[in-house]
Nanobody, 124 residues
Framework: VQLQASGGGLVQAGGSLRLSCAGS????????MGWFRQAPGKEREFIAL???????YYADSVKGRFTISRDNAKNTVYLQMNSLKPEDTAVYYC???????????????????WGRGTQVTVSS
């Protein structure tokens, strides 16, 4: 499956952004979708995932501020980011993995498909 992330940009601290990730396949609904981010000099970090059932799971660093959702009719997953902080600055990636392989995949190695990433910059 091919993934295309969009929606990044420059925002002030306390602001909001919504990222989108469009998938290319009609089997999109069968995948667990995840969002990761990577800041310069740091490892890729898990942010959130949504299973095909709609069950979600978040990293503690974004819990209560970010919301992941999906629209299977549009083959799209979203990441609503509120109360953004400068430390949220990173390249954000969406990823997909077969839902039958992992229950709650939080490691990059557990995902088979990746989008190209979109830059999010939060100014203080």
């Amino acid at each position: 499956v091919q993934l295309q992330a969009s929606g990044g940009g420059l925002v002030q601290a306390g602001g909001s952004l919504r990222l989108s990730c469009a998938g290319s396949e009609r089997t999109f609904s069968g995948y667990t979708m995840g969002w990761f981010r990577q800041a310069p000099g740091k490892e890729r970090e898990f942010i959130a995932l949504i299973r095909r059932s709609g069950v979600t799971y978040y990293a503690d660093s974004v819990k209560g501020r970010f919301t992941i959702s999906r629209d299977n009719a549009k083959n799209t997953v979203y990441l609503q980011m509120n109360s953004l902080k400068p430390e949220d600055t990173a390249v954000y990636y969406c990823a997909a993995t077969d839902s039958s392989r992992y229950s709650y995949p939080v490691n990059p190695q557990e995902y088979s498909y990746w989008g190209r990433g979109t830059q999010v910059t939060v100014s203080s």
